[in-house]
């Protein structure tokens, strides 16, 4: 059965320190991965991974993924009470369709401390 | 600017009440998909379509039917609303290259009593 599972499920930190979150997945055909922010409304796109080794990198916001282990991190540096959210790691595996279905993690959920 | 709408955005039903959900998007997109969000579950697929007059079965889509009459909507209809459906629907659409992310809707919560 394919699946995504993230960790840890949730995390508090202090402005400034540097978070790691994780995400592992099973899925058939692997095509890609997406990391999402989701704060009160509709989940904004990050980042899509499709190669291992190679980060990806947004300001403080970094995601590399490892296709051997079937892992994905993403990285916040100097973090801000703005990051405050639930991320969501998801994974698109390749079904034959133009395009394969999402499967999501249960997300992560950040709080950041003044 | 393009962009994916949801309506209404809050619906308050009762148990054993048809209903239905809006999805319109003006991205011209091919692909539109149908999730809801509950705690401890993350975001599941309920029904994806690939263009006008196709529709697929996703995770959890028992209890729920769409329809793909034309390219920029997807409504999702509820036969007979449940408790167990109580919920925020997303809906999302993308195009048909390889590596096009989904944009998603501003989210629908439906409370069934």
């Known amino acids: 059965e394919d699946k995504v599972v993230q960790s840890p499920l949730s995390l508090v930190v202090h402005e400034g320190d540097t978070v790691t979150l994780n995400c592992s997945y099973e899925?058939?055909?692997?095509?890609?991965l997406l990391w999402y922010k989701q704060e009160k409304k509709a989940p904004t796109f990050l980042f899509m991974l499709t190669s291992s080794g190679i980060e990806k990198k947004s300001g403080r916001l970094s995601s590399i993924l490892d296709k051997k282990e079937l892992f994905s991190i993403l990285n916040i540096t100097a973090t801000q009470t703005g990051d405050s959210a639930i991320y969501l790691c998801a994974v698109e595996g390749d079904y034959g369709g133009s395009q394969g279905n999402l499967i999501f993690g249960k997300g992560t959920k950040l709080s950041v401390k003044p | 600017d393009a962009e994916i709408t949801q309506s209404p955005r809050h619906k308050i039903t009762e148990t054993g009440r048809q209903v239905t959900l809006a999805c319109h998007q003006t991205?011209?997109?091919?692909?539109m998909f149908w999730y809801r969000q509950d705690l401890g579950h993350g975001l599941r697929l309920i029904h994806y379509?690939?263009?006008?007059?196709?529709?697929n079965k996703g995770e959890v889509s028992d209890g729920y039917s769409v329809s793909r009459s034309n390219t920029e909507d997807l409504p999702l209809t509820l036969e007979s609303a449940a408790s167990s459906q109580t919920s925020v629907y997303f809906c999302?659409?993308?195009?048909?290259?390889?590596?096009?992310?989904?944009?998603f809707g501003p989210g629908t919560r439906l409370t069934v009593l």
């Open positions: 999302a659409s993308s195009g048909d290259g390889w590596g096009d992310t989904q944009y």
């Open positions: 379509s690939y263009g006008v007059q196709d529709t």
């Open positions: 899925v058939t055909n692997f095509r890609s």
């Open positions: 991205w011209n997109h091919n692909n």
